[in-house]
């Protein structure tokens, strides 16, 4: 133990190494602020947004609640607010937040026009991802461990003292205990902050300890990778230029590639397409006969077939039922559009299974509740509301009946979906895998490099204990 302490105090007293641990604690820290500051902003906006819908819904009950009100202005006019909260955790790694809509009002009319017309991502806003501990984790405290440990061996060689390391007690396990010791070290500097924010969040301590263990496995990973590189370069300068290029590789251009060619070989459409789909069909619906609309809206809802037939020129039954067509239309292309975002997303997390860095993300964005799974999950609870909707006004709109204002104070309720933060068990064991497999490997090449060096410095003129090189 007083080896180990003693290897934390050597670390801490190179100023470039503190330097870095304080920098990369800093950035973490601001990013956990950031992160919050982003969940409580998006919680406020739903607090506000919630106050004028509540104001907008009295106002629609004082104008059409009337004792013969008409069932169809009122479902026209009347808008049905849903939301998704950030989790908890959703701080820490804000995935889709920034670019998915949060919060959305929706009505009887078609669904689908509603549902994707707000689907209005920035691509080049949403290429470098947001500020937040996760991106902190993934690409900036690999550089830390870049700075701690290319020069591992080969300063120690370039110094002259390598072989004098190596003659002394305990230098067996003198690599695995430098490791050790800058390993915590980033690690503490990226877990205290986290820490900090989990206590201000009251987040579930299982998604907590999660997320650190994500954290302490990538970090395993690339201090394996760091050690590796550091037993087999002869100069510090080597090590540095070969951890920045695993770091390039690793964390922008291996997840890039594979991105692009996930998304060449499953093909998906644009959520602006199919709500564009559905109003072309919509609006066309106006210039057919009303028996054609009627004809396909009761292929699935039979029951409505005997009320009474739609005579004049408009009918709202009419006009509802031609929304539901629009929507019934599109709906294949919906579903082959949400199979091709979930296989994208099945076939990135099998690609994080050989690049620790995409895994890393998968878990994080999973743990949180902030993945493509999340958003799809609080569409799946939109739909379930419009269904609701649609089926508290067919009644009154097709049978005739007069809506009041106590029939106002019974409108369906938005119930938000439960957040659904887990573990992706597949990525986690993967990432351990990898972790485990590099820390051995180096540790194994590491103590090569102890039994290896003092032969290859025994020989006459090399190093500062041999011989001098004339007589």
């Not at 190179?14 to 601001?30: G, K, T, Y």
């Not at 990013?31 to 506000?48: C, F, H, P, Y």
């Amino acid at each position: 133990m007083s080896l180990f302490l003693a290897e934390l105090k050597l670390t801490l007293r190179s100023r470039i190494a503190a330097a870095a641990l304080f920098l990369l604690f800093l950035l973490a820290a601001l990013a956990v602020w950031s992160g919050i500051s982003l969940s409580d902003r998006q919680n406020a906006a739903i607090e506000r947004v919630q106050a004028a819908h509540a104001q907008d819904l009295a106002a629609v009950a004082r104008v059409y609640g009337q004792p013969d009100g008409d069932a169809g202005y009122g479902a026209y006019y009347t808008f049905y607010l849903t939301w998704d909260r950030p989790s908890p955790l959703a701080f820490a790694a804000i995935g889709q937040r920034d670019i998915q809509p949060f919060t959305l009002r929706v009505r009887t009319l078609g669904l689908h026009s509603q549902l994707y017309e707000s689907e209005n991502i920035n691509a080049e806003l949403a290429l470098p991802g947001p500020f937040d501990w996760a991106f902190v984790l993934i690409y900036l405290a690999p550089l830390a461990v870049l700075v701690l440990l290319h020069d591992l061996v080969a300063g120690e060689r370039e110094a002259g003292r390598l072989r004098l390391l190596l003659s002394l007690p305990g230098a067996r396990g003198l690599w695995a205990r430098r490791l050790g010791a800058r390993y915590l070290l980033v690690l503490a500097a990226l877990a205290l902050p986290l820490v900090l924010g989990l206590m201000l969040t009251q987040a579930p301590l299982t998604l907590g300890a999660g997320s650190l263990l994500v954290a302490a496995l990538y970090l395993a990973f690339w201090s394996g990778l760091g050690l590796l590189v550091a037993a087999l370069v002869r100069s510090s300068g080597g090590g540095a230029a070969t951890l920045l290029g695993c770091w390039i590789v690793l964390t922008l251009v291996a997840p890039t590639l594979a991105t692009s060619a996930i998304n060449s070989a499953i093909p998906a459409a644009r959520g602006t397409d199919l709500s564009l789909a559905q109003r072309e069909i919509v609006h066309a619906a106006w210039d057919k006969p009303k028996e054609e609309t009627f004809d396909a809206f009761f292929v699935n809802h039979p029951e409505w077939r005997d009320t009474p037939p739609v005579t004049g020129r408009f009918h709202w039954k009419w006009y509802y039922a031609f929304h539901q067509v629009g929507d019934e239309a599109v709906a294949p292309q919906v579903a082959e559009y949400r199979a091709s975002l979930a296989a994208r997303e099945r076939w990135t997390e099998r690609v994080g299974w050989l690049l620790p860095t995409v895994s890393t993300q998968v878990l994080l964005h999973r743990l949180a509740d902030t993945d493509l799974q999340a958003h799809l999950a609080y569409q799946d609870s939109i739909a379930a509301l419009h269904r609701r909707i649609r089926y508290f006004y067919y009644p009154y709109v097709f049978e005739e009946r007069p809506f009041t204002a106590a029939d106002f104070e019974r409108l369906p309720d938005y119930q938000p979906r439960p957040s659904g933060g887990s573990l992706a068990w597949g990525s986690l064991i993967a990432l351990g895998l990898a972790a485990l497999a590099l820390l051995a490997l180096s540790l194994r090449r590491a103590h090569r490099v102890e039994m290896v060096q003092p032969t290859a410095t025994s020989r006459p003129g090399r190093g500062f204990l041999s011989k001098p090189a004339f007589t």
